[in-house]
C-alpha cells in the first residue's frame, strides 16, 4: 500500500509558476513509477507527466512540454512538478500516481495509487 498526498497547489497569475509535492508513504517509493494527471471540470482526468523509477526519464503531454518539468527524490518519498508559464488552461486539478509497472503509462487505469489531488487555478 502507498498513500500520497499532494501539495503546493493555489492561485496563481497566467505566466506565474507554481510547484507541486507529492509525499508518498511507505518504503517501496523507488519502485514505482510516478506521474501527474489533472481534471478539469466536466473533462477527464488527463496525463500531464511521468517519471521512471531511479528518475532517469521523463514523459509529458505536449501541451506542457516546455513549461512542467517533474522530477523525485528517493530519498525523501517525494515526487515533484515545477510547472512555469503557466496558462488559464493549465486550471485543474492535479493528481499524483503510483505504478507498479515497468514502463510509462499515461492512461488513468494503469496507475494503482492516487492521490487526493490539489487544485490549480490560473487567472488571465
Known amino acids: 500500500q502507498v498513500q500520497l498526498v499532494e501539495s503546493g497547489g493555489g492561485l496563481v497569475q497566467a505566466g506565474g509558476s507554481l510547484r507541486l509535492s507529492c509525499a508518498a508513504s511507505?518504503?517501496?517509493?523507488?519502485?514505482?513509477?510516478m506521474a501527474w494527471f489533472r481534471q478539469a471540470p466536466g473533462k477527464e482526468r488527463d496525463f500531464v507527466a511521468a517519471?521512471?523509477?531511479?528518475?532517469?526519464?521523463?514523459t509529458y503531454q505536449d501541451s506542457v512540454k516546455g513549461r512542467f518539468t517533474i522530477s523525485r527524490d528517493n530519498a525523501k518519498n517525494t515526487v515533484y512538478l515545477q510547472m512555469n508559464s503557466l496558462k488559464p488552461e493549465d486550471t485543474a486539478v492535479y493528481y499524483c500516481?503510483?505504478?507498479?509497472?515497468?514502463?510509462?503509462?499515461?492512461?488513468?487505469?494503469?496507475?494503482?495509487?492516487w492521490g487526493q489531488g490539489t487544485q490549480v487555478t490560473v487567472s488571465s
Open positions: 511507505g518504503r517501496t517509493f523507488s519502485s514505482y513509477i
Open positions: 500516481a503510483a505504478a507498479r509497472t515497468v514502463v510509462v503509462a499515461t492512461t488513468p487505469r494503469s496507475y494503482d495509487y
Open positions: 517519471i521512471t523509477r531511479s528518475g532517469g526519464s521523463t
